[in-house]
């Protein structure tokens, strides 16, 4: 047997190596994947441990019956020049590995009186609403303004503001406003009476305005293509190896257990997957603080979703745009949808997201739910695909005779391949009180532990989540070349 | 608390929370340019210094915790406030 040893070029020596990991990441989502790239790249000694066999978590793809289908996210924004995405993937060399693409439009907004869309160029994305809104038209602008031209204070001020403070202190319309409220729901999971007005700006600045990039070839490459980049730096990625257990002595993290028993020591343990699992599974209750403990069960979950994956035939061919996310808002109420969601039924769907694969071979859409219970969903998923077909019709009329595979993915769905507890879609939900909770990045009862991902209370998506693995990297990074 | 405390106390916050040494921040050390803090950040540590002191901070305050100096005078004022309320 030949045995090559790769010393990567890229990495920086100012770690000693020893037996132990520097560091370990529970989870090989694009948090943890990001997080891990980093470190591995400043030349620690990095293990990813994965329970699933692929890494990516919500960002992955599967195939079924010669068909890719996007299992959840399905499409990024902050790739503009000086976005967060853009400048990982540059300095992970993502961009050498997945050729990017964007959709223009990237979202549509239909409602049964106006069709409005962001466009990759902002005035026209601008255009459009005040043509719809045309006695709003100075607000628009304003509001535009205010979201491209961030000023930092503002938005630190903003803290225990909702979404509905902001949208009701620049508009008047009430239709304008579900429009614009309506995609915050759709990727942030509550209404705007709950959400929290700093998510929802992140969320018109990272998903909207500079939304609709697609890696060529489906989500799942750009996991793998971080998995590559992670591997290159020196990362060992381990695939189907669920951590178990965090060992912890004196109140300080020394490793974790995983499948089999087996101990890996570490200096840090870095959780990326659900915030959940992390204190009372894989800590224990015992090494949890009480008041924390208290607050963790108080602590409420984003929703989770329904998912429809269609396989089309080949003389599908729709008239709407593809690789759009095209968002159908049946009604104004978006605070009525929310109350339905969190009361998931297969007769109260309404509102609804759908997207065109590029070669219009598939589809996939998705509503908010509740999670339920699995009984329920092996009851009811099929139903719920049929009356989802249904409503598809509205935005695709002759949808259902082009269908050659149809499958859904429920919340217990989601759980089974990511541990996202109760297949939440976001993390937490994003209200203004669990907003940027310390402990959930870095628990004060525990030292050389560190949460990252969406359960770490400070942002959602894919540019939530890589900007706080590259945040949790540079913690560590500047902690050690202190120390040294 | 004492002064010293308090002090002591932000410092180990603003440390954990920008990843740079206690040793770096200084009294005028500014946040945002010295310490690169941004939005979300300067909420994490408006939030850890409500935890850490029981203290309520207000919106319109967070724009004014700029820098060490201004963090400690602040719950200064607002430990005062506590305890003579
Ligand atoms: C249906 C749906 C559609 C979405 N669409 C979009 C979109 O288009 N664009 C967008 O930006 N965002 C979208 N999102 C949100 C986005 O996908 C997530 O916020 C983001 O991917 C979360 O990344 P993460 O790394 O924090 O967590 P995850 O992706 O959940 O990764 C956590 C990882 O940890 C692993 N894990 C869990 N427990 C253990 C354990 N004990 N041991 C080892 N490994 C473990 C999991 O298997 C998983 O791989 C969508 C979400 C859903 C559900």
């Known amino acids: ?484 | 608390m004492s002064t010293n405390n308090v002090e002591q106390e932000i410092i180990s916050i603003i440390s954990d929370v920008s990843g740079f040494d206690e040793e770096e921040i200084k009294p005028d050390t500014n946040f945002f340019q010295d310490l690169e803090i941004d939005s979300i950040k300067a909420i994490e540590i408006t939030v850890a210094i409500e935890k850490k002191f029981k203290i309520q901070v207000r919106d319109k305050d967070v724009p004014n915790i700029t820098t060490l100096k201004q963090a400690v005078e602040l719950v200064n004022t607002l430990l005062t406030q506590k305890a003579t309320a």
């Not at chain 1, 007769?347 to 339920?372: G, P, Q």
């Not at chain 1, 919340?411 to 541990?419: A, F, I, K, S, V």
Request: glycine share 8%; with cysteine.
């Open chain 1, 1 to 484: 047997m030949v045995l090559f040893i790769v010393i990567p070029a890229c990495r920086e020596s100012f770690f000693k190596k020893s037996d132990m990991d520097d560091a370990i990441i529970i989870g090989a989502g694009i948090g943890g994947l990001v997080c891990g790239c980093y470190l591995a790249k400043a030349g620690m000694k990095v293990l990813i441990a994965e329970q699933h066999y692929k890494p990516g978590g919500y960002c992955t793809s599967f195939k079924r019956n010669g068909f890719i289908f996007d299992a959840a996210a399905h499409s990024f924004g902050g790739y503009r020049e000086d976005g967060i995405v853009r400048k990982v993937f540059e300095d992970l060399e993502i961009d050498k590995r997945v050729e990017i693409t964007r959709f223009d439009p990237s979202d549509i907004i239909i409602t049964p009186d106006y069709k409005v869309s962001f466009w990759t160029d902002l005035d026209e994305t601008i255009n459009d609403f005040q043509t719809a809104f045309p006695e709003e038209s100075n607000n628009v602008k304003n509001f535009f303004n205010f979201l491209i031209n961030p000023d930092t204070m503002f938005l630190a001020r903003m803290r225990s503001w909702t979404f509905k403070n902001l949208i009701d202190k620049y508009f008047r319309n009430y239709k304008l406003k579900a429009i614009l409220s309506f995609p915050i729901f759709g990727n942030g999971a509550l209404p705007p009476s709950k959400i929290s007005a700093f998510i929802g700006a992140k969320i018109f600045t990272e998903f909207l305005i500079d939304g609709g990039y697609y890696p060529v070839g489906g989500m799942q490459t750009l996991s793998n293509a971080l998995a590559e980049s992670f591997k290159e730096y020196g990362g060992e990625l381990q695939l189907s190896s669920p951590v178990k257990k965090i060992k912890v002595i004196n109140k300080e993290a020394k490793g974790v257990f995983i499948k089999n028993g087996e101990f890996i020591a570490s200096k840090y343990v870095i959780s990326s997957c659900d915030a959940r699992q992390t204190f009372i599974n894989l800590l224990g209750k015992k090494m949890v603080d009480q008041d924390f403990l208290n607050k963790l069960n108080h602590m409420i979950p984003s929703l989770s979703m329904f998912v429809l994956y269609l396989g089309m035939d080949k003389n599908f061919n729709p008239k709407q745009n593809i690789g759009s996310n095209i968002w159908y808002l049946p009604h104004y109420s978006i605070e009525k949808m929310y109350l339905a969601a969190a009361n998931r039924n297969i007769n109260n769907l309404s509102e609804y997201m759908v997207r065109i694969s590029s070669d219009k071979k598939s589809i996939l859409a998705f509503i908010n739910t509740s999670c339920r219970n699995k009984i329920y969903w092996i009851n009811n998923k099929n139903k719920l695909i049929e009356s989802f077909i249904t409503k598809l019709t509205q935005i695709i009329p002759d949808i259902s005779k082009n269908i050659i595979f149809k499958d859904a993915a429920t919340p217990y769905t989601l759980y089974r391949y990511t541990l996202n507890y109760r297949g939440a879609a976001y993390g937490w939900a994003s209200t203004p009180s669990q907003l940027a909770d310390p402990d959930f990045r870095k628990p004060s009862f525990i030292q050389g532990l560190y949460l990252t991902g969406h359960w770490s209370t400070q942002g959602l998506g894919i540019p939530g989540v890589t900007y706080l693995g590259y945040n949790t990297a540079n913690l560590l990074i500047k902690k050690e070349k202190t120390k040294k």
